[in-house]
């Protein structure tokens, strides 16, 4: 089976611009969860989507949203970008949510 | 004070060695996680424990679920073991909450 694929690997974008990160899970997969890394902060949860619903939600601001599509892929969205949303996004994917998850290689963002 | 705490932050060993990296936590969970993050980000997920111990290869986890603590013990380590370990906890896989890391580097 193919593993989680993330898109794009690498991104720059400045303050203020939106920018769109996607993730397609492993085949028959339906959790996808999100987490941001950052050398000051770590990993930390963002959301968690199942079945096309958010199921879990960290302490992010509302500029984070995301969604997943009815093949299980998510995207996440980031509005107004800030200098301190530079980071390692991961996206992760399990069958129902509770058991292993598979990460993906990540997206490294930075905001200039 | 963090809710997933692990020790040591860093830890350098020659080839050989054992090592151990400890992880407290302070919240109700069901499910504990030891992740390994290779230069480069990628993650690999190792064991998922909500009791007792798994053993993979060189590789065993144990969890005290009483005493709020896990520990990951690697046998024999190889200069390739060198990563950030990461302790993650939560429900099952959900919402997960993680630990600083623990920097390991292990020379020939």
């Known amino acids: 089976k193919a593993g989680v694929t993330q898109t794009p690997r690498y991104l720059i974008k400045t303050r203020g611009q939106q920018v769109t990160l996607s993730c397609s899970p492993i085949?028959?997969?339906?959790?996808v969860s999100w987490y941001q890394q950052t050398p000051g902060q770590g990993l930390q949860f963002l959301f968690e989507?199942?079945?096309?619903?958010?199921?879990n939600k960290g302490n992010f601001p509302g500029r984070f949203s995301g969604r997943q599509f009815s093949n299980s892929r998510s995207e996440m969205n980031v509005s107004t970008l800030e200098l301190g949303d530079s980071a390692l996004y991961l996206c992760a994917s399990s069958s129902t949510g509770v058991e292993t998850q598979y990460f993906g290689p990540g997206t490294r963002l930075l905001v200039l | 004070k963090n809710e997933v705490e692990q020790s040591p932050q860093n830890l350098t060993a020659q080839e050989g060695e054992f090592i151990t990296i400890n992880c407290s936590y302070s919240v109700g969970i069901s499910a504990l996680h030891w992740l390994q993050q290779h230069p480069g980000g990628g993650i690999v997920s190792l064991f998922m424990l909500s009791s007792g111990k798994k053993k993979h290869g060189r590789l065993i986890a144990t969890i005290n679920i009483q005493e709020k603590h896990s520990s990951l013990h690697i046998t024999a380590s190889h200069p390739r073991d060198s990563a950030v370990y990461i302790c993650?906890?939560?429900?099952?896989?959900?919402?997960?909450?993680f630990g600083q890391g623990t920097r390991l580097t292990i020379n020939p």
């Open positions: 989507y199942f079945s096309e619903t958010q199921r």
């Open positions: 085949s028959g997969h339906r959790s």
């Open positions: 993650a906890v939560g429900k099952g896989a959900q919402k997960l909450v």
